[in-house]
């Protein structure tokens, strides 16, 4: 499964993070087992503080460490890849793999 995240900065200055594709497949998954997230919103000092685990953060929220062989992409409006998600706190210890 492949999921394909949008990332908006709100009006208030909040990160908005929603699924954009593979949201349903998704949601079968999750579904099972927990209560289906719609929206990951952090704010500006969350994502500054955690700009070093974002990957975390992000996997976290929408139960993506749950499962296996899914892969994503983080975009912004203009449809350019953030970087920042792929970021983790585990990644000096596991060798910095990429979901």
Same mark, same amino acid.
């Given at each position: 499964?492949?999921?394909?995240? @949008?990332?908006?900065? !709100?009006?208030? &200055?909040? /990160?908005?993070?929603?699924?954009?594709?593979?949201?349903?497949? !998704?949601?079968? @998954?999750?579904?099972?087992?927990?209560?289906?997230?719609? #929206?990951?919103?952090?704010? #500006?000092?969350?994502?500054?503080?955690?700009?070093?685990?974002?990957?975390?953060?992000?996997t976290?929220? /929408?139960? @993506?460490? =749950? /499962? =296996?062989?899914?892969?994503?992409?983080? #975009?912004? =409006?203009?449809g350019?890849?953030?970087?920042?998600?792929?970021?983790?706190?585990?990644?000096?210890? &596991?060798?910095? @793999?990429?979901?």
């Amino acid at each position: 499964m492949h999921i394909v995240f @949008l990332e908006r900065k !709100l009006k208030d &200055g909040k /990160f908005e993070i929603t699924i954009r594709q593979g949201r349903e497949e !998704l949601k079968r @998954l999750i579904g099972r087992k927990y209560v289906f997230p719609e #929206k990951l919103v952090l704010t #500006k000092q969350q994502r500054d503080e955690n700009h070093d685990c974002l990957k975390d953060i992000l996997t976290g929220a /929408f139960c @993506l460490q =749950e /499962f =296996e062989n899914v892969t994503y992409v983080v #975009k912004n =409006e203009n449809g350019d890849i953030i970087e920042d998600y792929y970021k983790s706190i585990y990644d000096d210890i &596991g060798g910095g @793999l990429r979901m």
